[in-house]
């Protein structure tokens, strides 16, 4: 990216997943004319890249649209991502934001941007990128999109039809631009996509083979996964678990544990063989964690219990716990038995707890010596994330930030992990 003091300043809000995160990169490394601004207050364009996961997540983006009509200066607004296939039709048409463009738009942002009058590009839901990323601005770990869409119809979500179908980024695109962060510096990559697992589907390849080439990388040392499903970790997969390059964590969405809900949701994954893939995994060092949904129509108190003396079962250290949140135009939206806000609430809180305590008593029976790539600092303290995808805080008198650091002796408290480092 150039930068000059005559360019206009833009200034990017990214809201929802690690693949917005990483879309934002690339909006960001398409960037030849502007100049990127980390205050939005000093932008003379704010690049909105929504989330529509749920109705709230509309909200949020709205919400945030409305203070930027508070500041002395107004930006220029422009919005993408997710929400353009859901809300953006309607606040163009309000005039709330000035222009919008699609996800298969966001390589060609440079000439978008240039573009002063108002403009309406939704695009398709077809496209894969072609730019490479070579750095990721106030990172230490980076970010690989290796897939974009979806293939499965959850009863719940909407993602499918705001991303589309599952198509995966070329193989030789992917190892190009991790050979270039590898030689920026970077030693952690996290695969994300709207579904990782699908990688490699009627490309004739796979996720673990590609896993494999990565592992090839001069500067490559650790690779996490963003959220797999239960039946995309195979046979070939599991050979490759204990190989140095893997982080010792997966994020396996489960959704739920009881076997009529996940019927309910339109589910792929069952209860007995999730726990079987589960206990395999724990017993070859992991940590999981998982996404679970409370609250979803149909959860009765029954089925709330059952689910709760299964989840007792599962060897969980990590969770992503929503409440259900309607999401206009899925299935789950027009569906009878809701369960009320306070009741779901209660099941949240029940749910976080029970994983809270398994992390805890994980952090506190672990044996092996913690691999950790310090992150950030503050305070004299450096904060960073060991292989198991849990936080630790380092005393330090030396300067750590981007380092990797060996720990044996460490302090398990019940937020976190403590450490001294000399």
Not at 127 to 140: A, L, N, Q, R, Y
Not at 356 to 368: E, G, L, S
Request: aromatic share 10%; proline share 2%; glycine share 6%.
């Amino acid at each position: 990216m150039n930068f000059s003091t005559n360019k206009q300043k833009v200034f990017f809000k990214t809201f929802g997943c690690r693949t917005n995160v990483f879309d934002t990169q690339v909006m960001m490394s398409n960037l030849k004319d502007f100049e990127v601004t980390q205050d939005e207050k000093e932008a003379d364009i704010v690049v909105i890249n929504s989330c529509t996961v749920t109705n709230s997540a509309d909200s949020t983006a709205r919400g945030y649209i409305n203070s930027l009509n508070k500041f002395d200066k107004p930006p220029r607004v422009v919005f993408t991502g997710c929400g353009v296939w859901t809300k953006g039709e309607g606040l163009f048409k309000e005039e709330k934001i000035d222009s919008l463009f699609g996800h298969s738009e966001k390589e060609k942002i440079n000439d978008l941007l240039k573009n002063e009058e108002r403009f309406f590009d939704a695009g398709d839901l077809e496209h894969i990128d072609d730019t490479i990323v070579e750095e990721f601005i106030g990172k230490s770990r980076a970010f690989i999109k290796i897939q974009e869409g979806c293939d499965f119809r959850c009863s719940y979500c909407i993602i499918p039809y705001v991303r589309g179908d599952a198509r995966s980024y070329k193989e030789d695109k992917i190892l190009e631009q991790i050979e270039k962060l590898a030689s920026n510096g970077f030693g952690e990559f996290i695969l994300t996509g709207t579904n990782v697992g699908s990688y490699g589907k009627k490309q004739h390849t796979s996720l673990a083979k590609l896993l494999k080439k990565m592992s090839q990388i001069k500067g490559v040392r650790r690779i996490r996964m963003g959220s797999i499903e239960p039946i995309q970790i195979d046979d070939e997969f599991k050979e490759i678990i204990n190989e140095p390059f893997m982080a010792k964590h997966l994020h396996i969405a489960l959704q739920h544990t009881s076997k009529e809900m996940l019927k309910i949701m339109n589910r792929r994954n069952k209860v007995l063989s999730d726990l079987e893939l589960f206990e395999f995994l724990r017993d070859n060092g992991y940590a999981l964690g998982t996404d679970f949904i409370v609250g979803h129509p149909g959860e009765t108190d029954k089925l709330w219990k059952e689910a709760v003396e299964n989840l007792h079962k599962f060897p969980l250290t990590h969770v992503h716990a929503f409440t259900y949140s309607k999401r206009d135009g899925t299935p789950s939206a027009t569906m009878k038995d809701i369960v009320r806000g306070d009741i779901a609430k209660e099941r949240y809180n029940e749910l976080v707890s029970i994983i809270d305590d398994k992390n805890y008593q994980f952090r506190k029976n672990n044996k092996t010596t913690l691999e950790v790539l310090i992150e950030s600092e503050k305070n004299g303290k450096y904060v960073g994330l060991d292989q198991h995808f849990n936080q630790i805080e380092v005393n330090s008198t030396a300067d750590l930030v981007g380092d990797w650091i060996f720990i044996d002796d460490y302090e398990a408290r019940q937020d976190k992990n403590v450490a001294e480092f000399k």
